[in-house]
């Protein structure tokens, strides 16, 4: 059985890194969790974070840091994170030519385990890899930058994979990243995402924490809803 709790995970590429601790003590009285988007300027145009970071981070909070790494080499990069202090990383499989093995070693150091597709990537690419992890990541914008439009197009792969795991009886999360806000999160809850990264919704509005916990009030009452009908 899958585990669906709805979790609302802010992403501090919104935040202000200056204050980073600062930023992620604000959102964490009422959030599990903080992502932690990685880009390497290479399979993204964009460079962020690295494991420093993430072990400075782990040192300043109790919160669960799933790392999100928009890199071209996961393999090597991925176990230092998980070394860092990271509970999850989520890697975009394409990169990899041999990523049901990278899953098993990172699964072996302890690390849940995700697997990302972008915008134009359909779910049956990553059919074979989603017994074997933890979480399925839905990206609704193109990896590589906080602040863009969500694209409602992608929705109906959240969907897609709900009626897949059903079918294969396997245990995944689902995971949106990209333009969740409070207008667009209802749509992904009703599909049947269960987690969802925000960015600037969070770190973009004057109080993070209320900012959060109306996400988790708008899906939870889209997922009361869903059950009902
Ligand atoms: C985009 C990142 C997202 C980003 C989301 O490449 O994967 O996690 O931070 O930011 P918003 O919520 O602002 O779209
Ligand atoms: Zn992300």
Known sequence: MADD????????????????????????????MVHVDVM??????NLTIG??????LRAATDLLLDCHLMITDPRTYAPQFLEAGAESVT?????????????????????????????????AMVEELLPHVDLLLVMTVEPGFGGQAFMPEAVPKVAEAV??????????????????????????????????????????????AAAATELARIAAEARGQALSR
């Open 5 to 32: 709790r709805l979790r609302i995970a802010p992403s501090i590429l919104s935040a202000d890194f200056a204050h980073l601790a600062d930023e992620v003590a604000e959102v964490a009285p009422v959030v599990p």
């Open 40 to 45: 390497d300027g290479h399979y993204v145009p």
């Open 51 to 56: 494991p420093p970071v993430v072990r400075s």
């Open 91 to 123: 890697f975009h499989p394409e990169v990899d030519d041999d990523p049901l093995s990278l899953i098993h070693e990172l699964r072996e150091r302890g690390g849940q385990v995700g697997v990302a597709i972008k915008p134009a990537h359909p779910v």
């Open 163 to 208: 009626r897949w795991r059903a079918e294969h009886r396997a245990s995944f999360r689902i995971q949106v990243d990209g333009g969740i806000s409070h207008a667009t999160i209802e749509q992904t809850v009703r599909a049947g995402a269960d987690t969802f990264v925000a960015g600037s919704a969070i770190f973009g509005a004057e109080d993070r």
